[in-house]
């Protein structure tokens, strides 16, 4: 069991970049594959990055390839989304999610646990 807090959240103009936090306070955080989903109102959740437990694969959804970057810090139990180059349709609430195992998983049904979420919100 993993408790996921997600921070980083905020308004920016297009162009611009903000980066969101997820942590948790166990220990076991650093056995979890980590994903970030992202909805904006009226739209189904979609995929947009996933980190393996190690840090050593990633993978991105298509429309934030090239833009976004995940990483994770295991000493500070926590998983970065770098997102460069924002744009208004980056607007939702971003939410990462854990899964504990060594693969890479891209659907939001993989995973086990979930945190509240962060609003990203991008203005033209």
């Known amino acids: 069991q993993v408790h996921l807090v997600e921070s980083g959240g905020g308004l920016v103009q297009a162009g611009g970049s903000l980066r969101v936090s997820c942590t948790a306070p166990e220990s076991t955080f650093k056995h979890y594959a980590i994903g970030w989903f992202r909805q904006a109102p009226g739209k189904e959740r979609e995929f947009v990055s996933a980190?393996?437990?190690?840090?050593?694969?990633?993978d991105y959804g298509a429309s934030v390839k090239g833009r976004f970057a995940i990483s994770r810090d295991i000493a500070k139990n926590t998983v970065y989304l770098q997102m460069d180059s924002l744009q208004p349709e980056d607007t939702a609430v971003y939410s990462c999610?854990?899964?504990?195992?060594?693969?890479?998983?891209?659907?939001?049904?993989?995973?086990?646990?979930w945190g509240q979420g962060t609003q990203v919100t991008v203005s033209s």
């Open positions: 980190i393996n437990w190690s840090g050593g694969s990633t």
């Open positions: 999610a854990a899964v504990i195992g060594y693969g890479l998983f891209t659907h939001a049904d993989m995973y086990d646990h």
